[in-house]
C-alpha cells in the first residue's frame, strides 16, 4: 500500500529533550580522573595528526550539497495542511506534487532559513502526473533555483539525500540510495491524492515523510533528480510506514510538465501512453475482477483505428495481464507514445488481438 508523503494537518508538535549530568563520588576517584585525563593529554599531543579519510570527504559532499540546493526547497502551507516544493526559476515559479496543492488556488510559502511567509498561487495543476505550478506574488531578489539532473545516468547505488519539510520540521534532509529505477506506482486516492498512475519513478530508501511531498530527492552532483512523492506502506502493521521505500517522479518528467504549465497553462504533450478510451473494470460471474471493459472509444484514436470498440474487454497489453481498470492503467503508463503493442480482448465470449500504436494521454486539466 502507498501513501502520498505531503499532506498532513499539524497542530503541535512537542520534542522531548531530557538533560544529564552525573557528580563524582569522591575526590579521590576525581583526582585520579583527572590525572588519567592530562596523561592522556600528553599522549595525544605526542600523537600524530588524524589524516581526513574516506567518512570525512562523503561529510564533506553531503555538506556542499545541502548548501547548493537546500535553499532551493520550500514549506508549502495550504490551510491546514503542508508540503514542499522546489524553486524552479528566478522568476518565483515553485514545482510540487498535485496532491500538495489539493484543490486550493492560494498558498503560503516559507523559503529555506526563513521564517517570513510569502503569498503564492496556483498557475496550474496536472493531477495525471501528480505536478502542480505555484508562484510566488511578489519574488523576492536572490531565488535560487534549483538544477536538475538527467533522470536516464540514474543508477542503482547512487546516494540520495531528500530536502523537504517532514511533519513540518522545514529544511530537514535525509539520506540513502536509489533502490530501483523505472518503477510504476499507483497512489491510493483521497486525503489531497488524485490517485494517479506514474511511471518510470525513481524507488529510495532515503525516508519520505508526511511534509516531504513536493520536496527534491538529490544526488552528491547537487542534481535534482526526483520530485518526493510517495512512501510504502505495511498493511499488516494498520498503515505503518516502511522503512526505507520511498518514490520520486523523475527529473525527465518534472521538467516536462513543468515548462508546459509555466508557458501554455496545461498540459498538451504528456510524455504517456494511451489508448484513446474511456474504461471501467469488468467483473466476471464470480464478481471477481476479468479485464477492463471499453465504455467509449475516442473518434480517430489509437483504439479505434485498430479496430476496437465499445464493449469489447481488455485482457492483456502485450505479455501483460489486464484484470481491472488500475492494472490497465498500469501497463500503460510503463510504456510510450508511439509504441506498437498488441492488445488481447474479449467479444461477444469471442478471444480476439488487435496491433495498436500507442497514443499520448491527452491532458485532463
Do not use: W
Not at 464493449?311 to 506498437?340: E, H, M, Q
Amino acid at each position: 500500500m502507498l501513501v502520498p508523503g505531503g499532506v498532513v494537518v499539524v497542530t503541535a508538535l512537542a520534542l522531548a529533550l531530557a538533560g544529564c549530568s552525573s557528580s563524582s563520588s569522591s575526590s579521590k576517584a576525581t583526582s585520579s580522573s583527572t590525572a588519567s585525563s592530562a596523561g592522556a593529554s600528553k599522549q595525544a599531543s605526542a600523537a600524530p595528526a588524524a589524516q581526513p579519510g574516506g567518512a570525512n570527504q562523503l561529510q564533506d559532499a553531503y555538506q556542499k550539497v545541502i548548501a547548493d540546493v537546500l535553499p532551493s526547497v520550500v514549506q508549502i502551507t495550504t490551510g491546514d495542511s503542508l508540503g514542499s516544493g522546489i524553486v524552479y526559476d528566478d522568476k518565483g515559479d515553485i514545482v510540487t506534487n498535485a496532491h500538495v496543492v489539493g484543490s486550493a488556488t492560494t498558498f503560503t510559502v516559507t523559503l529555506a532559513n526563513s521564517t517570513k511567509a510569502l503569498d503564492a498561487a496556483l498557475v496550474a495543476s496536472y493531477p495525471d502526473a501528480d505536478l502542480a505550478v505555484i508562484k510566488l506574488s511578489n519574488p523576492p531578489g536572490g531565488l535560487k533555483p534549483a538544477a536538475f539532473g538527467d533522470s536516464s545516468k540514474v543508477q542503482l547505488g547512487q546516494i540520495t539525500l531528500a530536502m523537504g519539510s517532514p511533519l513540518g520540521l522545514s529544511s530537514s534532509v535525509t539520506q540513502g540510495i536509489v533502490s530501483a529505477t523505472g518503477r510504476t506506482v499507483s497512489e491510493p486516492r483521497g486525503g489531497g491524492s488524485p490517485g494517479a498512475t506514474i511511471g518510470n519513478m525513481v524507488q529510495t530508501s532515503a525516508a519520505i515523510n508526511p511534509g516531504n511531498s513536493g520536496g527534491a530527492l538529490v544526488n552528491l552532483d547537487s542534481k535534482v533528480i526526483g520530485i518526493n512523492t510517495l512512501a510504502a506502506t505495511e498493511p499488516q502493521s494498520n498503515g505503518a510506514a516502511a522503512p526505507g521505500i520511498g518514490f520520486a517522479i523523475p527529473a525527465s518528467t518534472i521538467t516536462n510538465i513543468t515548462d508546459q504549465l509555466i508557458k501554455q497553462g496545461k498540459v498538451t504533450n504528456s510524455g504517456r501512453a494511451a489508448l484513446g478510451i474511456t474504461a471501467r473494470t469488468s467483473f466476471n460471474q464470480q464478481f471477481q475482477p476479468a479485464g477492463a471493459v471499453i465504455v467509449a472509444v475516442s473518434q480517430g484514436g489509437p483504439a479505434a483505428s485498430a479496430g476496437l470498440q465499445a464493449g469489447d474487454v481488455i485482457t492483456r497489453i502485450g505479455d501483460t495481464p489486464v484484470d481491472s481498470l488500475n492494472a490497465l492503467t498500469t501497463a500503460l503508463a510503463s510504456l510510450t507514445p508511439g509504441t506498437k503493442v498488441t492488445v488481447s480482448y474479449t467479444r461477444d465470449g469471442n478471444n480476439a488481438t488487435a496491433d495498436v500504436t500507442l497514443g499520448t494521454l491527452e491532458s485532463s486539466s
